[in-house]
Every structure is written in structure tokens, then in C-alpha cells.
């Protein structure tokens, strides 16, 4: 099990476990996390599971992918540490991560 | 506007599931209308994922959304169905003991024996950036649509966004307004690269300007916009003159008004039997992503499964004492004929 911390606008903390080859979205979704909307469901389509990844963590989670560069237009505040959780997958390496959610995916 | 449309059915949502509503419903002689926010059919399948493969879909290995909506409008066509784009159902009243009434933001004005529910996740509607204090300004000088373009004549007019929608007003609002800005939030445009080209030619031109950053906080009092400030890429905040502001982020569904018309909700989601696919109100249907019963996949196959069994009920409620008879369309030559494939 890999655990993934989310922390909500208001600083509210909550640790969620998920297991590898699941998106970080799916274990957000599973899991009632709020704020991860995904109202596509997935198909990096709509720009509404937007997280923040913490500082320590954006090297382990990589750069974006061209398809979410392109869907991160659709999304507000984007930062240097956005990416859209639809397109993280679980790996053992990312055990601890933590991510920040958007005050509001719109 | 306020003719009132008189059919057996009114669908409200045209994506899959609505659309193969149509000929499950049209192999029993019954006429449907359809209404949906969107300008085109296809629902999410249009609108979220066109080009992106579906693999489940029963006798397609794999399909993009834009086929599937293609062929679902092939499949229906001999049905003949009608229709309405760029509506929403805001209002669906009973009317006595038979009839429904539906009422559209558009001004449209239905009368039917039969409602189907098929609206997906609920309407699309723009995303509204959340920038404070927006919504004082939203109708008045923030837009989330062009509706008359004359409303943008001689007006200071930002527009943000990267996609087709921004690019394709940035060209059609220059000529007419004051001052045109289109802010983007980096160098790289999703538009047509057409559209991106003549944008591009409007700056050379000297005709508008093009920045590169995000809206952070608006300026103005009573709901008149006078500036945007943004926060460039290298970090430094500046401000752009504005009167008129459109910002182009995509669009998220809501359930909207779906919630009022006194049907049960289970979670945004409305609970029907799995026998007919009705719901609280009989003669109310709900099928597709938007109803609720134990064990619901949301799956379009599930959303053709449930119009078919719906269609049944459906035909009981408009043809009240008489018998249906169920046919296949392999060997039933009535309804091929309907199909437009037998004499």
C-alpha cells in the first residue's frame, strides 16, 4: 500500500492509501477525497482533479505529459507544481507523497 | 417563441444514451424531441473525449466519441427526431393526469405524455474561474459566452484562455472593439492553428495585444469592470485595462435545474426501478449516467440497455390498451419498414 497525503485549502489533512497502477485520482475518488472533482473520469478531459504537488515530492512525480499541458489551460492558479492527478499513477516510490488541493476546481 | 410544441417524447440530453433512446423508441412508432445545452449531439462523448478511444462498447474493438456519435445519428435517422440545441430544460411541470410540460431557457415550450432523463452528469455550463469578488461583475462586464456580439462593440475586451473558444472571439471581437487583449497563460495555443495564426497577424498588425500570465484580482465597483490584475510568468503583477472580460476555462457539468423538478435524488443521481428505468413520477424516465438503482455501472452500454427496456413502458403510457407485441429487427419486416430496409 502506498500512502498519499492530501491537504485541503484550509490546511485540513487527510492520508489515504492506494496501491500501485491506480491513479493518484482513482485513490482520491475512492476515497471521497473533496475538492478532486474528475468529472471526466479519468480521460485527462476536463482539468478537474487539479492538485499541487509538495516541493519535495514533484522530482518523484515527474514532469506533465503533453495532453495534460494542454488540459492544465483549463484549470485556475495553475503553478510550476501543477499537475492533474488523473495522470499520476501509484508506485511504491511515491509512499508519503503529499499534495495540495485547489480552494476550487471551478 | 411561446408555440407550444405538442410530441409523444421529450429527451433531455442528446448524448448516447438520448440518442439511442430514439430508436429504441421510434421501432414502437413513437416521436421524440430532444434538447440539449450543447450545440451539437454527443454529450460528454462530444464535448469531454471526441478523439479519445472508447474500447467497451459492444461490436466496436474501439471507437472515438466522435464516430460513435456519428453513428448513433446514422442509426436514429429513419425515426426522424427533432432537435433542440443550445437549450436547457429549466422547467418540467405535470400537467393533469397525462401530460408533462417542459419549459427551455430559450423560450421553448413542450407539451408530452412522456419525459426522458438522459442527461448525463448534468448540464455543461462554463467553469468560472475562482477569482474574488467575480461574481459581482458576472452579466454586467464578465461574460462566460458571447451572446450578441454587438454587446462588445467599442468595449476594452480581455479574453482569457488558450482553446478554441478564446482564439476564435479574440478574431471575431477585434474588429468591433476598442481595445482587444487576449491573455493566455503560456506560449503554447490548443486552438486550430489557423485561428492561432490570425491572432498572431492581429499583433503583428499592431490591433491587439497578446500577454502571457493569470488573473489574480479584478478592479472595479457596481459590477463595472475597469482592470484585471495579472501575474506575469516571471512573477511580476500588472494590470490590464478592461470593461468587457471573457474567460475561456472549458466546461464542467452541473446538475442544475434537474434538482427541481420533484423527482428523488440519491447523491445527484436519480433512483428508478430496474424493470422500466422510471422514476418517482410515472411517465418520468431516467436513463443513462444520471439515474441511480443497486449495482448502476456507469457505462454507455448500460445507458442502451436501460432506453430499451424504458422504450417498452413508454409505449404503454402513450398507447394505453394496446398490446405490444415485441419483434426483432432481423426478421420483423414492420420494422424494417420502419428502418427504411424492407418494401
Redesign the interface.
Known sequence: MVKITFIQHNGTEQTVEGTPGMTVMEVAVKNQVPGI?A???G?C????CHVFVEPEWTEKTGARNPME??M???????RDNSRLSCQIKVRDELDGLRLKVP???? | MSDVIHTDVVIVGAGPTGLFAVFELGLLDIKCHLVDILDRPGG?CAE??PE?PIYDIPGYPVVSGAELTKNLMEQIRPFGPTFHFGHMVTELKKLGDADFELKTDGGLHFRCKVVVVAAG?GSFQP????IPGIEQYEEKSVFYAVRKMEAFRGKDVLII???DSALDWTNNLQPIARSMTLL???E?F?AAPDSVNKMRELVAAGKMQMKFG?VTALKGENGELAGAVVKGNDGQSFEIVTNAMLPF??L??KLGPVADWGLNLHENLIPVDTEKFETNIPGIFAIGDINYYPGKL?LILSGFHEGALMAQQAFRIINPGARLMFQYTTSSTNLQRKLGVAE
Open positions: 472533482d468529472d471526466c473520469g480521460a478531459a476536463c482539468a478537474t499541458e494542454d492544465l489551460d483549463f484549470a485556475f492558479d495553475v480552494a476550487k476546481q471551478f | 460528454q469531454l473525449y479519445k452528469g467553469k468560472k474561474p475562482p484562455g488558450g482553446g493566455h497563460r503560456r503554447e490548443r493569470q476555462f472549458g464542467t457539468m456507469k
